[in-house]
């Protein structure tokens, strides 16, 4: 069963006086505050749509995406019956495994308001969106009380089958002085729901490549000396992270950290080279060139590169192999041009 909460005002003197706790009789109002500050759900959230319809007929009422760009549906209880909540929360999780980045950023881009999901998520997370958008996906079910039948059954999805699914309660007080105060308490801890969904479950999240596993790759694709040359040469100049295919190079632009070169050593081969993503962008701007100037520095043999089919400009770039490392060189060369010239 869902804890209860009491809460206790301290008055003058150390007096203790219990809050009343009242029934929160609109669902509506819990809505409200959740698509206004989905932190008092979950401070690590990004609201992307509200009242999202599916395929399959029905409405996902908030639909959300945390730090690593996995969905997150919210389904209010409200006064559906535990079969109904449950199942509806499963239905929609079907539908939801299935959308791709393209149907993601639409869905988005139609509920935040003057932005694209690129720059509301990092605006966010401080950060760029992943290059998997909805590796996986979550779904907690919220209400002002869950029934012992819908925890049943969520304990069951989560704790035997791995379903990574939870549900939290919000309990409202008013205080003598017409104040109100409202607290949540989850069924399960987070925690423990996200270690069933990874021991027990079928998730699809892959875990970032370590730096060991991409330079076992490179030696597997017969790149390794570029590939340490190059990670060496642009680690000077740009801070270098891991994703689940690559390594990548990113430099401060407009107030937080962006990939500008990434390198995928298991997409190379030892007679095309190493494999390259460029971010046209982003590199003319972080060494204050044109796009037109940094050509020079990228290898001719190329082609246009975009992170997904509908990603804005600055998503735009090149791809293609390094087959020498003065290649490598000329492209970090004009990234030591602008450490010397005091640039940031």
Not at 107 to 112: G, P
Request: aromatic fraction near 8%; charge should be negative.
């Amino acid at each position: 069963m869902s804890e209860e909460i009491r809460l206790w005002s301290v008055a003058a003197g150390d007096q203790l006086t219990e809050l009343r706790q009242v029934p929160l009789d609109l669902e509506e109002r819990l809505q409200k505050w959740l698509t206004r500050d989905i932190s008092v759900l979950d401070p690590g959230l990004l609201v992307i749509g509200t009242e999202v319809g599916t395929d399959f007929g029905g409405f996902i009422d908030l639909l959300c995406m945390d730090e690593e760009g996995d969905l997150v549906i919210v389904e209010l209880k409200r006064d559906k019956t535990p079969r109904e909540v449950t199942a509806q929360a499963l239905d929609y999780a079907a539908w939801v495994s299935e959308l791709g980045h393209d149907r993601v950023t639409e869905i988005a881009e139609r509920y935040l308001p003057g932005a694209d999901l690129s720059q509301a998520f990092r605006e966010r997370f401080g950060m760029d969106l992943p290059e998997t958008v909805n590796g996986d996906h979550r779904i907690v079910v919220v209400g002002a009380k869950i029934d012992p039948s819908s925890e049943r059954i969520i304990r069951y999805l989560s704790d035997k089958h791995g379903v990574s699914i939870n549900a939290a309660t919000f309990q409202y007080f008013q205080t003598p002085g017409e104040g109100e105060l409202l607290g949540r308490v989850f069924l399960i801890e987070p925690t423990e729901v996200e270690l069933h969904a990874r021991t027990k479950g079928s998730s699809k999240r892959r875990p970032n490549l370590t730096y060991d596993e991409l330079t076992q790759q490179a030696e597997e694709a017969g790149v390794s000396e570029l590939y340490r040359h190059a990670v060496s040469a642009f680690g000077q100049h740009l801070q270098k992270q891991t994703t689940r295919s690559s390594i990548g190079f990113a430099g401060r632009l407009d107030g937080s950290r962006k990939a500008v070169v990434s390198l995928l050593p298991g997409e190379s081969n030892q007679a095309d080279g190493l494999r390259y993503q460029i971010y046209k962008r982003r590199l003319a701007d972080l060494t204050n060139r044109t796009e037109k100037a940094i050509l020079a520095f990228i290898p001719e043999s190329r082609e246009e590169w975009i992170f997904y089919p509908s990603a804005p400009a600055e998503y735009e770039g090149f791809q293609g192999f390094f087959k020498t490392t003065g290649e490598i060189d000329r492209l970090a060369g004009v990234l030591s041009e602008r450490d010397r010239d005091g640039q940031t």
